[in-house]
């Protein structure tokens, strides 16, 4: 599959995976973080080492993160973001089954509550740094098929500047972006 292809996250247990609070923080430090072990983590999210292991281990066996083999030594375990596509869109209600349906509800939940403390944290950001804290707020009146179209063209753009680690030029930053739309009441 090639990098730029959307793959549709529509593996009940792979959402799951992903649906766990502490494994989508250990997840979002390897991202901007990099590798790390389990103690890391675990003094980091203020969680035993037993803890973290298994968490791991979960995120490992659905293909989220791999062992560093060359780092890895005894019982200290090295862990990275592996390389999953970076495209990776979730079914819509209607393409999971019923019995699946409310994990991709709780998956939801624990990404939105994730933005809201990011939403929180903006002020103070855009305080301290305005040129790397952005914020932009906007209606549109679109059809269906031009809302399809400007989500594609954003998920393009967000890809291009969305590098690998070792592609990221000295003086850039990770930032959050975060992307949705809702529809208007119509009173």
Same mark, same amino acid.
């Given at each position: 599959?090639?990098?730029?292809?959307? %793959? !549709?996250?529509?593996?009940?247990?792979?959402?799951?995976?992903?649906?766990?609070?502490?494994? =989508? #923080?250990? +997840?979002?430090?390897?991202?901007?973080?990099?590798? @790390?072990?389990?103690?890391?983590?675990?003094?980091?999210?203020?969680?035993?080492?037993?803890? /973290?292991?298994?968490? +791991?281990?979960?995120? *490992?066996?659905?293909?989220?993160?791999?062992?560093?083999? *060359? =780092?890895? /030594?005894?019982?200290?375990? &090295? &862990?990275?973001?592996?390389?999953?596509?970076?495209?990776? #869109?979730?079914? /819509?209600?209607?393409?999971? @089954?019923?019995?699946?349906?409310?994990?991709?509800? *709780?998956?939801?939940?624990?990404? %939105?509550?994730?933005?809201?403390?990011?939403?929180?944290?903006?002020?103070?950001?855009?305080?301290?740094?305005? @040129? &790397?804290?952005?914020?932009?707020?906007? !209606?549109?009146?679109?059809?269906?098929?031009?809302?399809?179209?400007? %989500?594609? *063209?954003?998920? @393009?753009?967000?890809? #291009? %500047?969305? =590098?690998?680690?070792?592609?990221?030029?000295?003086?850039?930053?990770?930032?959050?972006?975060?992307?949705?739309?809702?529809?208007?009441?119509?009173?």
């Amino acid at each position: 599959m090639k990098d730029e292809e959307p %793959y !549709l996250l529509d593996d009940p247990e792979r959402l799951k995976a992903l649906a766990h609070p502490m494994r =989508r #923080r250990m +997840l979002t430090h390897l991202n901007v973080h990099g590798p @790390a072990t389990s103690t890391t983590l675990g003094d980091l999210l203020g969680a035993k080492t037993g803890t /973290t292991s298994y968490h +791991l281990r979960q995120l *490992e066996k659905y293909g989220f993160i791999e062992e560093i083999p *060359e =780092r890895s /030594t005894g019982r200290e375990r &090295w &862990w990275r973001r592996a390389s999953t596509p970076r495209d990776m #869109r979730l079914p /819509t209600p209607d393409q999971v @089954a019923p019995e699946d349906q409310a994990v991709l509800e *709780e998956f939801h939940r624990v990404g %939105y509550e994730e933005d809201r403390v990011l939403f929180e944290r903006f002020p103070a950001a855009y305080r301290a740094d305005p @040129a &790397w804290a952005r914020g932009s707020r906007g !209606l549109a009146r679109v059809t269906k098929e031009e809302l399809d179209a400007f %989500y594609e *063209e954003y998920i @393009a753009l967000l890809m #291009r %500047y969305n =590098r690998p680690p070792e592609e990221t030029p000295p003086d850039a930053r990770p930032v959050y972006v975060r992307f949705f739309t809702l529809p208007a009441d119509e009173d």
